[in-house]
């Protein structure tokens, strides 16, 4: 991918038309690669919550691949873009899929308020998603 190619996807995830946004995040998916990640990371700032949520999905399965330097790459930029907030608000509206993303995206944060969330999915409906809260409550706690 060139640096053009990534200024035109960036530009596109701030567009004002929200049917180019969530065409972005399409796109930048259908990539996968780690020069992404942090588009998706900035995706994660979107104003349409269908954006958000695809890009929580999309980083939750990077972070988890078993390609070291792709799980690195998707991590990185998502400690640093602070996304916290992104990720709360999903996993208090989204669909089990995006839960168990958000959820999974947790521990990649820096951010100390991400003990919390993760207590509050200790309560989810889904035990899939409490599996994973266990999880990151024993390594954040």
Request: net charge negative; glycine share 6%.
């Given at each position: 991918m060139t640096g053009?190619?990534?200024?035109?996807?960036?530009?596109?995830?701030?567009?004002?038309?929200?049917?180019?946004?969530?065409s972005a995040v399409a796109r930048i998916v259908e990539l996968y690669d780690t020069q992404t990640?942090?588009?998706?990371?900035?995706?994660?700032?979107?104003?349409?919550?269908?954006?958000?949520d695809r890009a929580i999905v999309t980083?939750?399965?990077?972070?988890?691949?078993?390609?070291?330097?792709?799980?690195?790459?998707?991590?990185?930029?998502?400690a640093e873009a602070?996304?916290?907030?992104?990720?709360?608000?999903?996993?208090?509206?989204?669909t089990t899929e995006v839960r168990m993303s958000?959820?999974?995206?947790?521990?990649?944060?820096?951010?100390?308020r991400a003990l919390g969330v993760a207590q509050d999915a200790l309560r989810d409906e889904d035990a899939h998603?409490?599996?994973v809260a266990i999880e990151l409550v024993g390594r954040l706690g």
């Open positions: 053009d190619d990534l200024s035109s996807l960036r530009a596109d995830l701030y567009s004002p038309d929200r049917a180019v946004r969530e990640t942090r588009l998706l990371t900035e995706a994660l700032l979107s104003e349409t919550p269908e954006v958000r980083l939750a399965k990077l972070v988890t691949s078993e390609d070291d330097m792709l799980a690195l790459g998707a991590a990185r930029p998502l602070g996304a916290l907030d992104a990720l709360a608000e999903a996993y208090g509206r989204g958000a959820t999974l995206l947790l521990g990649a944060c820096t951010d100390p998603v409490r599996a």
